[in-house]
């Protein structure tokens, strides 16, 4: 199989202020946009041309990664005028595929960070004569997911939307956002208008009688949809825990890249990621952290799974857990920002005026 599709049209509203000014698949993880690993992934498992489905801020995405030649693919952009969910966005970029009707595509979401077998997912797709194949994981509590119950032999047999009580969970098998297609399948989906693959399309298929097979991959899996997750996600790659061949280094404890700053005695630990020019002062402590470009954390700093965004600063002193601080932010020396507290793009905290936690 040498071509996919790529869903990066979402407006990741649960990340902000992580995607006020960047989309979420170019937020940088493990010192490259998490885009990066993606299609280094899909490249290593042999696809060629690559069609990325965009819509929110579809403007940074071609200036950054131009035709694809660096990675070894050729990238082609399809932008959404209106959001067309996730079945509309894979066949309004239809009319790019080189494919022949029964041809595989491979499909996947720009917001999944899996250590999937792609070469496995095709495989399974080709010697079950499936019309659609699904990735499936499984996960200890499956109620803010999709459910995909199989039979014995893989086959798909319903799609179950985020079961509230335990009669409804009939499996721990989830949607875990990879997909392949014969390619006349995706000339079924209707033009023109919004489509969900979870809600319309995959139980359309099934209620048509078409082969929908299952294949459950239980390696690295984790959805990037919150700050907290991506966080998580970065150190995962750093550490080695999530193989990606795009990490620009070898995988440890920390990644410093090569134009940053750290002072001799800071501390970085935990698969933090210290992004170019960023500045780490003395004493600093930054541990499981991903520093973004640009950014200054001043001596003395403790910061722990925390994301600080492109130019940002965080003074002397203070104390970071779990907290997300925006593009350019700047929280003032001996501050105190705890448990998931987000600080906007650009936003100002004078030294030694917060000491508290939010959950907003």
Same mark, same amino acid.
């Given at each position: 199989?040498?071509?996919?599709?790529?869903?990066?049209?979402?407006?990741?509203?649960?990340?902000?202020?992580?995607?006020?000014?960047?989309?979420?698949?170019?937020?940088?993880?493990?010192?490259?946009?998490?885009?990066?690993?993606?299609?280094?992934r899909a490249r290593a498992a042999g696809v060629e041309h690559i069609v990325l489905a965009t819509s929110y801020?579809?403007?940074?995405?071609?200036?950054?990664?131009?035709?694809?030649?660096?990675?070894?693919?050729?990238?082609?952009?399809?932008?959404?005028?209106?959001?067309?969910?996730?079945?509309?966005?894979?066949?309004?970029?239809?009319?790019?595929?080189?494919?022949?009707?029964?041809?595989?595509?491979?499909?996947?979401?720009?917001?999944?960070?899996?250590?999937?077998?792609?070469?496995?997912?095709?495989?399974?797709?080709?010697?079950?004569?499936?019309?659609?194949?699904?990735?499936?994981?499984?996960?200890?509590?499956?109620?803010?997911?999709?459910?995909?119950?199989?039979?014995?032999?893989?086959?798909?047999?319903?799609?179950?939307?985020?079961?509230?009580?335990?009669?409804?969970?009939?499996?721990?098998?989830?949607?875990?956002?990879?997909?392949?297609?014969?390619?006349?399948?995706?000339?079924?989906?209707?033009?023109?208008?919004?489509?969900?693959?979870?809600?319309?399309?995959?139980?359309?298929?099934?209620?048509?009688?078409?082969?929908?097979?299952?294949?459950?991959?239980?390696?690295?899996?984790?959805?990037?949809?919150?700050p907290q997750a991506f966080v998580r996600g970065s150190a995962d790659l750093v550490l080695g825990r999530a193989?990606?061949?795009?990490?620009?280094?070898?995988?440890?404890?920390?990644?410093?890249?090569?134009?940053?700053?750290?002072?001799?005695?800071?501390?970085?630990?935990?698969?933090?990621?210290?992004?170019?020019?960023?500045?780490?002062?003395?004493?600093?402590?930054?541990?499981?952290?991903?520093?973004? /470009? @640009? %950014? !200054?954390?001043?001596? $003395? +700093?403790? =910061?722990?799974d925390s994301l600080i965004g492109a130019g940002a600063r965080i003074g002397a002193r203070t104390v970071l /857990? @779990? %907290? !997300?601080?925006?593009? $350019? +932010?700047? =929280?003032?020396?001996?501050?105190?920002?705890?448990?998931?507290?987000?600080?906007?793009?650009?936003?100002?905290?004078?030294?030694?005026?917060?000491?508290?936690?939010?959950?907003?």
């Amino acid at each position: 199989m040498t071509e996919a599709i790529l869903l990066v049209g979402g407006k990741g509203t649960r990340l902000r202020p992580l995607t006020v000014h960047t989309p979420k698949p170019m937020v940088p993880a493990a010192g490259a946009p998490f885009l990066t690993h993606q299609l280094a992934r899909a490249r290593a498992a042999g696809v060629e041309h690559i069609v990325l489905a965009t819509s929110y801020l579809a403007e940074v995405f071609e200036p950054y990664f131009g035709d694809g030649s660096a990675l070894g693919l050729h990238l082609e952009y399809v932008t959404e005028e209106e959001p067309l969910g996730t079945g509309g966005a894979i066949r309004n970029v239809a009319s790019r595929l080189h494919s022949a009707p029964g041809d595989p595509v491979l499909i996947f979401n720009g917001d999944i960070l899996t250590g999937l077998d792609i070469r496995a997912l095709v495989d399974t797709h080709r010697t079950s004569g499936a019309d659609v194949s699904l990735h499936l994981t499984k996960v200890a509590d499956p109620r803010a997911f999709g459910l995909v119950p199989t039979d014995a032999d893989g086959r798909v047999t319903a799609f179950l939307e985020k079961p509230q009580t335990p009669e409804e969970i009939v499996t721990d098998q989830i949607n875990a956002g990879a997909y392949v297609f014969d390619r006349s399948v995706i000339d079924t989906i209707p033009a023109g208008r919004p489509v969900s693959v979870e809600r319309e399309t995959f139980p359309g298929l099934l209620e048509s009688g078409a082969h929908l097979q299952g294949m459950v991959d239980s390696t690295y899996w984790l959805d990037l949809g919150t700050p907290q997750a991506f966080v998580r996600g970065s150190a995962d790659l750093v550490l080695g825990r999530a193989p990606s061949p795009a990490v620009p280094g070898r995988c440890g404890d920390r990644l410093v890249m090569d134009t940053a700053e750290v002072a001799p005695d800071a501390k970085i630990t935990g698969g933090s990621a210290v992004g170019p020019r960023a500045r780490i002062g003395a004493g600093a402590r930054i541990d499981g952290t991903a520093v973004l /470009e @640009g %950014a !200054v954390v001043e001596p $003395g +700093a403790r =910061v722990r799974d925390s994301l600080i965004g492109a130019g940002a600063r965080i003074g002397a002193r203070t104390v970071l /857990e @779990g %907290a !997300v601080i925006g593009d $350019g +932010a700047h =929280v003032g020396a001996d501050n105190e920002l705890r448990e998931g507290i987000r600080v906007w793009c650009g936003a100002r905290i004078p030294e030694a005026s917060v000491r508290f936690s939010s959950d907003q």
